[in-house]
């Protein structure tokens, strides 16, 4: 079993709700990436989401955006995030962490390579945004043979013969993107998340983290009413913009925030 | 629509021109591609839309188009015969209204309100914001401040037109971003939007179906040239940045194998100089927008920033049907610099009395460099479109304010 899925299980088992931060490798240096994702576990994330940055990140808000815009202007590549995982893994064996990009990324690097040295850097999982399942087939295999699952995101306009083929083709878990939009959007609509929610559950036993949109703990704790966790990205990505200037203060920010949601989260 | 006939079937059902094309975009879109590509099934076999296409192209956008024996340029390079296909004489003085009629009968169909589009040299967004005051649509450009600042007159138009024009300023400020932004926007209001794309490129069913309404250019154009030259071109000559005005030109002639192609890819300051916006002579395969194409890019898949003379080439992919074509060896691309395009620009205006769009100079400036090599042959030649946008360009660059 992966990591992801160990995690997830046990929380199930527990019946507690996983709480899964995203920051953007190298952002807004390379030297504060791996000391803020130590910060994120240690302020009770149970997984950690790192993005990979790209020029053209065309799903993501402003936040996101400005994130890998700082992160490529410290010169911070693909190469450059695995490091930072590399670093990260010196000081924390046990969270799982999932690297979350654009497909170009990863063809530039290629899949088979990119899969080694991933899995070798100790990452768990891949979230593709712009990658189909239709699609995955050649990424999936080679991922798997480095024992990193492929996480697949279904959508509110995803209808449900589809969702069927994302729960086919998806490991770890399925991210449900909770609204019609973008990272960091302001609309979301909580009572709709959960129609989708159960759409989705009729059509998989995989665990399903809900993201974009969340920005505090008590949308959080009502998101996860029904879902097996929450991603939290724009909301923690725009208080490392604010510090931009003054990133050795960035660990211990996150981490101070991280726990306020927790908190409000768990209730 | 497809051609009757055709030994050329592409795309595949899933949207692939060989290696390339494809669907590659959050899965939040999936569902409205699925829709518009089953709406455009129907309504290739349906004859009424049909009809009212090709009512539209002729009584509100002016075509057929002439193809015009360019006598005078001809003698001037003393080589090739020229024709010019002249879609700088449509309606709105570009061959993007043939696109956008086309798909702003799709958005109707489909029950939208509300279109949005890209555009880099504005002559998209002109031609979007035409079609959406026509059709009661609300419409709004994405277009990147870099773009907005020296195509003023063209913003103007938009605004004149009803469309909301929204700048762009993140990445490389050009089309590239106004594209990510269009994108956005789309997957937020994907209910009652429709987004029409202005090239050949994008998620599937976009390069099929902008190639499919483009290629009344083609269609045209083989007429009209066996009535006037008695015979087949040899070569056919269009700028490619997407690629639409080429694929609208060439995709007539796919089954015609002793037709040349060429496609002419902005050189900018010279390939050598990293500053250009050719992909297919100096990238690589990769994906952005939705498909599989060559970009340009770093070894690190970061999309470079691009630079041409003409903001309607200043693009860093290609359509993904030129990337096959080219792989195939069924076009050729080549490449010509700003200087070249400028020298051409400035030649069609003193031999003709014809000034092309800055863009259409790149085709143009390829058959003066090749001409030597073209005696007696019959070029067609895309004049996509007409040049008054660019006068402040070139204007500019002759130190004149105006």
Request: contains cysteine; proline residues 4%; charged residues 20%.
């Amino acid at each position: 079993m992966s990591r992801i899925s160990a995690v997830l299980n046990g929380l199930r088992g527990q019946g507690r709700k996983a709480l899964v931060p995203f920051i953007t490798a190298g952002d807004p240096n390379l030297e504060t990436t791996a000391p803020a994702l130590s910060a994120l576990a240690r302020a009770g994330a149970d997984l950690l989401e790192l993005g990979i940055p790209f020029s053209d990140p065309e799903a993501d808000g402003p936040a996101i955006q400005a994130a890998s815009e700082r992160a490529l202007a410290a010169g911070a590549s693909l190469a450059d995030a695995l490091q930072c995982v590399r670093a990260f893994r010196r000081d924390n064996a046990h969270t799982p962490l999932i690297l979350m990009g654009y497909l170009n990324s990863i063809l530039a690097m290629g899949e088979e390579r990119f899969a080694q040295q991933a899995g070798a850097a100790g990452v768990d999982g891949l979230i593709v945004v712009n990658l189909p399942p239709e699609d995955s087939a050649t990424l999936r295999r080679a991922l798997a043979a480095a024992g990193i699952d492929l996480i697949l995101l279904a959508a509110p306009t995803t209808a449900d013969d589809r969702l069927s083929l994302i729960d086919r083709s998806a490991g770890g878990f399925i991210y449900l993107v909770s609204l019609k939009g973008i990272t960091g959007a302001d609309h979301i609509d909580v009572a709709a998340v959960q129609h989708h929610l159960g759409r989705l559950r009729q059509r998989t036993r995989l665990p399903v983290l809900v993201g974009f949109g969340i920005k505090d703990g008590a949308t959080a704790r009502k998101i996860a009413e029904q879902a097996d966790g929450v991603v939290i990205g724009a909301a923690l990505v725009a208080h490392m913009g604010a510090l931009q200037d003054d990133p050795a203060a960035i660990p211990a920010e996150l981490e101070c925030r991280l726990r306020e949601i927790r908190q409000a989260m768990d209730g | 629509m497809p051609q009757p006939g055709s030994n050329y079937a592409q795309p595949s059902e899933r949207g692939w021109f060989g290696n390339y094309g494809g669907r590659f975009v959050a899965e939040t879109l999936i569902h409205a591609l699925d829709e518009l590509q089953a709406l455009y099934a129907e309504a290739c076999a349906d004859q009424q839309f049909q009809q009212r296409f090709s009512q539209d192209l002729a009584r509100y956008v002016g075509r057929p188009t002439p193809l015009y024996f360019a006598a005078g340029l001809s003698a001037e390079l003393d080589g090739p015969q020229i024709y010019l296909k002249r879609e700088d004489l449509n309606h709105t003085g570009a061959h993007k209204i043939n696109n956008c009629i086309g798909q702003a009968l799709l958005a109707q169909r489909m029950g939208k309100t509300r279109v949005i589009a890209e555009t880099g040299a504005g002559q998209h967004g002109v031609a979007t914001a035409t079609v959406a005051a026509r059709a009661g649509l609300e419409c709004q450009i994405y277009m990147g401040t870099e773009d907005i600042a020296r195509q003023a007159l063209n913003v103007y138009r938009m605004k004149l037109l009803g469309a909301e024009v929204v700048p762009v300023s993140s990445g490389s400020k050009t089309l590239k971003d106004a594209m990510n932004e269009a994108l956005r926007d789309w997957v937020t209001h994907v209910d009652n939007t429709h987004y029409i794309i202005g090239t050949v490129a994008g998620p599937h069913p976009y390069p099929q179906l902008v190639r499919d309404f483009q290629s009344v250019i083609g269609q045209e154009a083989r007429r009209q040239c066996l009535e006037l030259a008695g015979r087949l071109p040899d070569v056919l000559v269009a700028c490619v940045g997407g690629g639409s005005n080429a694929l609208g030109l060439f995709h007539s002639f796919i089954d015609d194998v002793n037709v040349r192609f060429v496609g002419v890819e902005a050189g900018g300051h010279g390939l050598e100089t990293g500053r250009h916006a050719a992909p297919l002579n100096a990238g690589a395969a990769g994906v952005l927008h939705g498909n599989r194409t060559y970009l340009m890019q770093d070894g690190d898949g970061q999309i470079l920033a691009t630079h041409s003379i003409s903001a309607g080439l200043d693009y860093p992919g290609v359509g993904p049907e030129h990337s096959h074509l080219k792989d195939i060896g069924r076009a050729e691309y080549d490449s010509v610099t700003d200087e070249e395009a400028l020298d051409a620009f400035r030649l069609l205006n003193r031999t003709e009395g014809i000034m092309p769009a800055l863009e259409s100079s790149h085709a143009l400036a390829w058959v003066v460099r090749e001409a030597r090599h073209l005696a007696e042959r019959v070029v067609i030649v895309n004049l996509s479109g007409r040049g008054d946008k660019d006068i402040q360009t070139v204007a500019a660059i002759d130190g004149t304010t105006l």
